[in-house]
């Protein structure tokens, strides 16, 4: 190719990408930069007319964040709030293993030639394609403590089973407002991308395989275990490591509908504090600091998995 | 000898027979566990329904009905008058189709140079959009917040609009589909004199349907049920989404028991346009969530 063609090429792609490029730059790349530049001020936007107030306090966000200090004789948090929230978000995504495995149920369920099956695997994605403020309300009505779908069903068993049986406050308790959020999450996820997934995984692996492990005479539990569990080990993989960064910055929209998350701050987490520093409070350079925290262990993580993820994954 | 032939045949038949049984055996048991998950996922919608047809009476019956009776429409009629309903659907439906439009176009446009053009910093710079899509949304989310009440947009329809229409996302799906495409067909329309802007949208473009829109549904979904953004960068009825006039709801019955009537209405008309788009496309997403594996 001669020169000229090469520099047009070249003109070409700059063309071709400037649309993207500059919005990237702007409201991507830049913006990185400027949030861990804000997690060493003492930065906040005033009301009105909005400006800027900002001094610079070098690692002293973190220290807040992270810190403890000795309050008589006892080692405090600097910022208890934070370590609950942690806490919070940590709770919660220990329904992740069961919305896994969920969905690898339902995967190994609809890989099988019926009819209809499109039909159910519709069905099954709905939750998926309706989340947000809408599919909050109406568990937040499902869940209602006197009138909602949920308790009533619970007091009809008891009376099949001549029980008192009552449901829990559900959203307004604070011991069952979290498994109340993890319940609807299972319902949300199950039926949703990790299940498409999987069935792509399952589809994948070759026929044979199965045929020459039934000459050697092994059930369906071994075919499983020997087969299929390892030709899926890399969906697995992917879709835990894809769970877990979600799991972090996740929790927002449906404690903010359901609960404002409460009650007594028992369904707030990282993502909501990180809102609540920015638009609450205004407090941007703390909350440019918690995001900046969230990141870090987000890719930590993500490395420890590629690291040691990879020997258990068989391709 | 004729004798043992029958007995195999017979053990044969027997067999087959068995099998027959059993394989009508699995799929039995097979559809009976899919209609009771199918009934789980349905039962929450049908309750929505259900109660957004109901006298507000009966909405704090006990126990509750399945079936309301009578069945009234009233609340699909409050819902346009109690807060401005109509205004929040139409801001939605715009949002919704400008980022979509915006978004689909600045990532065809960025993934052909990415997959097709060659030009010095290509493969860097592809690396560096892949590692942006590992970041957090939250640590983007505070400076561009502070841009847009730098730049006066808070409560307009740019603070909606334009930051959402660039994403390495898109970028980096409609690329990998490019890239399947045989080089040979723009060969040949090189060697005929085509520019390259004609191979991009007389053959790459026409050849990437699919992908196309399955990054069309999944633009349009995303932004339809967005909810933080909107409700960051937005402070009035007027430039509300619907998720976020959703939330206003709530709002007018912070001091009484909530019409969830209303409120169900609401929400139904709210879920309703994706849920349509999905039946009728869900085939694009299949393949797209397969295509990519991301999104999730």
């Not at chain 1, 936007?45 to 220290?63: D, E, H, R, S």
């Not at chain 1, 006892?74 to 293993?97: Q, S, Y």
């Not at chain 1, 692996?205 to 569990?229: L, V």
């Not at chain 2, 799906?173 to 080089?183: G, Y």
């Amino acid at each position: 190719m001669n020169l000229k063609a090469r520099n047009r090429e070249t003109l070409t792609a700059i063309i071709f990408l400037l649309p993207n490029f500059l919005g990237f730059l702007v409201f991507a790349s830049i913006p990185v930069l400027v949030s861990l530049g804000l997690s060493f001020f003492d930065a906040q936007l005033a009301p009105w007319p909005q400006v800027l107030t900002a001094k610079f306090i070098g690692m002293g966000n973190f220290i807040k964040l992270l810190g403890f200090h000795l309050k008589d004789g006892a080692w405090i948090a600097n910022d208890p709030n934070f370590w609950k929230f942690t806490g919070n978000t940590l709770f919660l995504m220990m329904v992740i293993p069961f919305q896994i495995f969920g969905s690898l149920i339902l995967a190994l369920i609809m890989n099988q030639k019926l009819r209809g099956m499109v039909a159910f695997r519709t069905i099954y994605f709905l939750p998926t394609i309706a989340n947000g403020v809408a599919i909050y309300l109406l568990w937040q009505w499902v869940y209602n403590p006197n009138f909602g779908l949920l308790n009533s069903m619970i007091a009809r068993v008891g009376d099949v089973l001549n029980l008192k049986l009552q449901g829990p406050h559900w959203l307004s308790s604070e011991a069952w407002a979290k498994p109340s959020l993890m319940i609807m999450g299972l319902w949300v996820v199950i039926g949703g991308h990790n299940a498409i997934l999987y069935l792509a995984a399952l589809q994948n692996i070759p026929k044979d395989f199965y045929d020459a492990a039934s000459i050697d005479g092994a059930g369906p539990w071994k075919k499983f275990w020997s087969i299929t569990w390892p030709m899926i080990s890399p969906t697995t993989f992917f879709i835990t490591i894809m769970a877990v960064i979600f799991g972090f910055q996740s929790g927002f929209m449906q404690a903010y509908i359901m609960t404002r998350g409460g009650p007594n701050g028992a369904t707030t987490t990282l993502e909501y504090y990180i809102f609540k520093n920015l638009y609450e409070w205004q407090h941007v350079g703390y909350a440019a600091t918690i995001a900046w925290f969230l990141f870090i262990v987000i890719f930590i993580i993500t490395l420890l998995n590629w690291r040691f993820g990879g020997k258990v994954v068989h391709y | 000898m004729r004798k043992q032939n029958t007995r195999i045949s017979e053990a044969l038949l027997k067999s087959k027979r068995l099998k027959v049984k059993r394989e009508l055996l699995r799929k039995g048991i097979t559809y009976v566990a899919l209609t009771a998950i199918g009934v789980t996922m349905l039962l929450p919608f049908l309750w929505m329904l259900s109660t957004s047809l109901k006298e507000p009476q009966a909405i704090y019956a006990f126990p509750p009905k399945w079936i309301p009776e009578p069945v009234i429409v009233e609340s699909y009629l409050k819902v346009w008058k109690i807060v401005p309903f109509a205004r929040f659907y139409l801001n939605s439906i715009f949002v919704a189709f400008c980022v979509t439009i915006g978004q689909v176009m600045t990532s065809a446009f960025a993934a052909y140079a990415f997959s097709r053009l060659r030009f010095a910093g290509r493969d860097k710079l592809f690396f560096a959009y892949l590692a942006t899509m590992m970041i957090p949304y939250s640590v983007i989310l505070v400076p561009v917040y502070m841009l847009m009440v730098y730049f006066r947009w808070i409560d307009t329809y740019k603070a909606l609009i334009i930051p959402a229409m660039f994403t390495a996302y898109g970028t980096f799906m409609l690329r990998q589909f490019f890239m399947t495409i045989p080089r040979e067909l723009e060969d040949a329309a090189r060697i005929d004199g085509c520019s390259l802007f004609g191979i991009f949208w007389k053959i790459i473009l026409p050849l990437s349907k699919p992908a196309l829109a399955t990054l069309t549904m999944f633009t349009f979904m995303a932004s339809w049920n967005n909810f933080m953004w909107p409700l960051l960068v937005t402070n009035s009825q007027e430039k509300a989404t619907l998720p976020v006039g959703l939330s206003y709801f709530q709002e007018v019955y912070q001091y009484t028991q909530p019409d969830w009537s209303l409120l169900m209405a609401g929400s139904l008309l709210a879920v309703l346009p994706v849920v349509i788009v999905f039946v009728f496309n869900q085939r694009f997403f299949v393949e797209g969530i397969k295509l990519s594996g991301i999104k999730g």
